[in-house]
């Protein structure tokens, strides 16, 4: 639903060098991302929707907290002020 537009900002944004590569990441990852989603479907399925909706949450959360926990260091490695 959202391709079009997505290519459209890829192909605005990326350096000119490197917009296939860029748009062939993103087609690769939409990929993964679709059978990631058909197997947490499937694991909604044996553990409960419940479960598989707190794993998430859990995962969220704690991914969350370490990317606070190291943005500062990569925000001096990019050299971005605030």
Do not use: C, H
């Not at 192909?11 to 000119?16: E, F, G, L, Q």
């Not at 060098?17 to 909604?44: D, E, H, P």
């Not at 419940?50 to 925000?75: E, R």
């Amino acid at each position: 639903a959202l391709s079009p537009v997505s290519l459209s900002f890829i192909t605005n944004m990326a350096p000119k060098r490197m917009t296939s590569q860029i748009m062939g990441w993103y087609f690769a990852v939409t990929g993964v991302a679709a059978w990631l989603a058909s197997k947490i479907g499937t694991l909604a399925d044996v553990l409960g929707e419940l479960s598989v909706f707190s794993l998430i949450a859990a995962f969220t959360i704690v991914l969350g907290a370490l990317l606070m926990i190291v943005a500062p260091k990569i925000n001096k490695i990019a050299n971005i002020s605030e």
